[in-house]
């Protein structure tokens, strides 16, 4: 057995200290109160009868520091001999007996650990947290054991741990450090609580209150008796430490929380009325836990993940180029028809007509891809015009009519009763395409419509703020919408205010009485899922049960997303398999990443069959490289979290965030043409309160200055997300198209709303729920914004993509000539009969360059050009491209960055050879905009574009847009 499983009773009583001699001034000049101090736990502080004192008279070093810790709230607790018929005994001796929760402690007060294996001291576990905290990295509860080479005496009982940092506790130290720090906190007054001066702190904190944000330190199984009976059940007992003010908590997982994944150093949030409880209870009938609350998953991937976890997981790590088909296109052009009338609420045939037209014809790139006409579409279209005018004269009104009644055959409605039905009437439109991330639930999503709707039933009417989800398509997926639309109802509890979650009704009974479930400013009682093509209109409520299993269902997810070593493991549903459209890349992960066969598949001649053209090279680099990929997007999932967890001013001063903002409005720029172009400049609460705490002898326009000026390493062209400083997350995304010295210019993907605006009028939390709609927006308010720099994942799962096409068969869209020429490296071919560059017209290329030119021209694969910066690569290319246009072929030209592809394309383009440039505008050399398609509006119907198309000879683009 281990010396440090050594109980902690067992103490050397006769070990003398060197520490006798030092004088109170010393010992708070030391490292030993630099280290307590920096884990800001106050010495002698006393806590309530759940926990004992954190540091006691008397409490020996080897007590505090090398005793086996059964929790977090062991670690400065003085040990207590329990009798063998005490509770704790009896709970120790349970802990001791269940083998997940050995390997998750560090032991247990009073009895002997029955396991040999290895612990670690809650200081080295503090000592990881820190490092983590330095390197933003989230702590790991590991085992440690001395060095081989580390020499342990047997009086000193415990293993002596290794001082990472250099800041460990002398053992030889503490016993008088206590005695010293506690006269000095009786007598001390008591610190005074530091306020920040940023006029959104208390609205943080307000914020806050919804949830609490901690760090699993310990899990133990425990056992709790149900009320009023002599039932014991299992439960999880997590012990936490609060983020923000390392105080301790402790959370009971009970029914089906119990089963959660989790382990010591995982963050979560718990939502519950009060999370600043010293004990939250977290089971069927009360609260919510969220793991990983980083990661934030779509709502989509959530409600889609139920059959498969494994699928959701692949879909979410490899992003395919863009799969036009009728159905979608169609689909995406009704649901952008419904988008842009609802807020108007005119449904006559011409203007639907005409509004279906428009919409038609800025979506011409998405024809082209199905090879359809204008025409054509609008044909097929216009026959869904009289539902849509059907359907807006019953629901898009503000008195609802008896016959505006909703679905309630396809799961529980929202206050439904066969007696008196339930009528909806949309009185007015919130927000279109409202895209909200809520670390707070760990989800995100994109809401088609924010409406403000009437719900009478009987006398009662109440105005409610609820989701609008458009369905362009059939019902067979309603499961799967309805768990997606409760999530909904979930995110703008976080943008706009509280879900209330009703109890489920009995079977016999469909009488819905709602109970108040959160704290919170408003209720979001439920939401409409409307489909388009029946007119069928479901009012669905967030039912606890079904917004437990969602979350439930959710925390799986995120578990398999943070596990990036390893995927979910396959169903070996034959039949559902060889239906999925992730079958070919779940089978060559399946074989390469996890060594699998086809009986460990459970798809047997399947899984061979796209499999069998694979050898051990293929795998080996397919793992190499999918390694490498996972290292890299770690950093990109990293710094995109930095947008909630990291403050502005600390963020800023690292270059990658602007803090406390004001929007301006509309960009009045002459080159911003976009209709969605904003500015942003430092909020006048910021150089106000620089003006009122400047000290020094600058005079008050260099203060100014120095607050308004925006510093940083965000460029033109970088993605940028626009958030309150009040932790509304993502009320918009874009580009910066123009930094100035006080003044910032975003061109976001949609128009930007600001904060949800209540009317104040007659607001009523549960009655009459109003805010500002899209036409009630105001250009300017005092919202503190801030604008951090946005990492853009998505190109990960684009080169997952690329990479795995190499290892597909050609039957399933694989590449199997750059497979030979890649993986297995078959020498490039080269033509035998050799052509050369006509030297007359490039009479400023050197020799090495001509040379290069010309062994291009005769690869039949390909040809690489190595060459030092300053040595000719993009003259030589761009001479290459003009060659190989005077022979009629067509080039793609491309590169990893933006500057690059328009330096080529550029001198191409002033040789005289048309040149089209595809990406993003923002990102675009000013110089290029023309060569963009249909930039100007020029190309307005399909024909257009396909003649634009065929004229050019070379395209570029970067690696990310060849997709397009």
């Not at 399946?590 to 459970?602: P, V």
């Not at 967890?645 to 080159?671: A, M, Q, Y």
């Not at 914004?785 to 068969?809: C, H, P, S």
Request: net charge negative; hydrophobic share 35%; proline share 5%.
């Amino acid at each position: 057995m281990s010396d440090s499983l050594h109980t902690p009773l067992q103490l050397n009583e006769t070990k003398e200290t060197a520490s006798q001699d030092k004088t109170p001034d010393d010992w708070f000049r030391s490292p030993t109160v630099k280290t307590l101090k920096r884990r800001q736990l106050q010495l002698g502080e006393a806590n309530d009868d759940q926990f004992p004192t954190w540091f006691a008279h008397g409490a020996n070093a080897q007590t505090v520091f090398n005793r086996p810790a059964s929790s977090i709230q062991d670690l400065f607790a003085i040990p207590k001999s329990p009798s063998p018929d005490s509770p704790s005994s009896f709970l120790s001796n349970i802990h001791l007996r269940d083998k997940s929760t050995q390997e998750l402690k560090i032991g247990s007060s009073g009895v002997q650990p029955t396991t040999s294996k290895p612990t670690t001291s809650l200081l080295h576990k503090l000592q990881l947290e820190k490092q983590s905290k330095q390197t933003n990295k989230r702590p790991l509860v590991e085992n440690h054991s001395p060095p081989a080479s580390k020499k342990v005496k047997d009086s000193d009982f415990n293993s002596q741990e290794i001082d990472e940092f250099g800041d460990d506790i002398p053992i030889e130290d503490l016993d008088a450090l206590l005695a010293i720090t506690q006269d000095r906190t009786d007598a001390a007054p008591q610190p005074k609580v530091a306020v920040s001066d940023s006029p959104q702190t208390f609205q943080n904190n307000s914020r806050s209150k919804r949830y609490g944000r901690f760090l699993i330190m310990e899990i133990h199984s425990t056992i709790y008796s149900l009320d009023d009976t002599s039932t014991q059940l299992p439960e999880k007992t997590l012990y936490l430490l609060e983020e923000t003010d390392n105080t301790e908590h402790r959370v009971k997982l009970r029914d089906d929380w119990i089963h959660s994944a989790i382990v010591c150093g995982d963050l979560i949030h718990v939502i519950c009325p009060n999370p600043r409880e010293k004990i939250i209870v977290v089971d069927n009938k009360q609260n919510l836990l969220i793991i990983h609350p980083d990661t934030l998953i779509s709502s989509t991937a959530v409600s889609d993940s139920f059959i498969c976890v494994r699928r959701a997981v692949l879909r979410d790590r490899i992003r395919d180029t863009a799969d036009y088909n009728e159905a979608l296109v169609h689909g995406e052009i009704l649901h952008k028809v419904f988008q842009s009338l609802i807020p108007g609420g005119d449904f006559l045939f011409d203007r639907v007509k005409a509004e279906m037209r428009r919409i038609v014809m800025t979506s011409v790139e998405e024809l082209y891809a199905i090879d359809q006409s204008e025409e054509k579409v609008l044909l097929i279209l216009e026959r869904y015009i009289p539902g849509m005018q059907s359907w807006a004269a019953t629901y898009l009104t503000a008195e609802p009519p008896s016959h505006a009644t909703v679905v309630t055959d396809r799961g529980p409605s929202f206050g439904h009763d066969r007696h008196q039905p339930v009528v909806v009437g949309i009185e007015k439109v919130l927000d279109i395409e409202e895209h909200i991330w809520s670390p707070m639930y760990g989800i995100k999503g994109m809401i088609d419509v924010t409406v403000q709707a009437k719900v009478k039933k009987g006398l009662t009417t109440q105005t409610l703020t609820i989701p609008l989800e458009i369905k362009t398509g059939v019902k067979s997926k309603i499961l799967a919408h309805r768990a997606q639309t409760i999530l909904y109802t979930l995110l703008m509890h976080d943008r706009y205010g509280k879900v209330i979650v009703c109890p489920d009704p009995p079977f016999e009974k469909r009488v819905v009485h709602f109970s108040v479930f959160f704290f919170s400013d408003i209720d979001i009682s439920a939401a409409i899922l409307f489909y388009s093509k029946t007119n069928d209109v479901l009012l669905i409520p967030p039912l606890r049960n079904e917004v437990r299993g969602l979350i439930i269902g959710r925390n799986t997810l995120a578990v398999a997303f943070k596990d990036n070593l390893h995927l979910p493991p396959m169903i070996k549903n034959l039949h559902t398999c060889q239906r999925c459209y992730s079958v070919d890349a779940c089978v060559v992960h399946h074989k390469s990443l996890e060594r699998g066969t086809a009986q460990s598949s459970g798809l047997g001649q399947i899984f061979e069959d796209k499999t069998n053209h694979l050898n051990d090279h293929h795998l080996e680099f397919f793992r190499t490289w999918e390694e490498l990929i996972r290292l890299e997007e770690g950093d990109i999932h990293r710094l995109r979290r930095d947008i909630w967890t990291v403050d502005s001013h600390t963020k800023e001063k690292s270059g990658r965030c602007w803090s406390h903002l004001e929007f301006i409005g509309k960009s009045n720029h002459p080159d911003d043409t976009h209709q969605n172009i904003y500015d942003f400049q430092r909020h006048r609460d910021e150089v106000n309160r620089a003006i009122l705490n400047h000290q020094g002898d600058d005079d008050d326009e260099e203060v100014i200055s120095n607050v308004t000026r925006l510093h940083g390493h965000i460029s033109v062209g970088d993605p940028i997300v626009v958030s309150s400083e009040a932790d509304h997350i993502n009320l918009g995304m874009g580009f910066v198209t123009r930094i100035r010295k006080t003044i910032l210019t975003v061109s976001l993907t949609r128009p930007f709303r600001g904060l949800p605006s209540r009317q104040a009028l007659h607001f009523d939390d549960k009655e009459n729920q109003t805010f500002a709609g899209v036409k009630d927006a105001n250009t300017r308010d005092t919202t503190h914004y801030r604008i951090d720099k946005d990492e853009i994942a998505a190109g990960m799962g684009l080169v997952r993509n690329n990479l795995l096409t190499l290892f597909l068969r050609e039957e399933d869209g694989g590449d199997a000539k750059r497979r030979r020429l890649i993986v297995d490296l078959e020498e490039p071919r080269f033509s035998a009969t050799k052509e050369h560059l006509d030297h007359t017209p490039h009479h400023d290329l050197n020799t090495d360059q001509l040379r290069a030119a010309d062994q291009v021209l005769n690869a039949q694969d390909y040809c690489l050009i190595l060459g030092m910066p300053g040595t000719g690569k993009t003259t030589t290319i761009a001479h290459i491209i003009q060659s190989l246009v005077k022979q009629g072929k067509s080039i793609l030209l491309t590169s990893y960055t933006h500057t690059a592809v328009d330096n080529v394309l550029s001198k191409v383009r002033d040789s005289g050879i048309d040149v089209l440039r595809i990406g993003n505008i923002e990102k675009v050399s000013p110089a290029l905009h023309d060569c963009m398609p249909n930039v100007d509006g020029s190309s307005h119907t399909v024909q257009q574009l396909v003649n634009l198309y065929e004229k050019s000879q070379v395209v570029g683009t970067t690696c990310l847009g060849i997709g397009q």
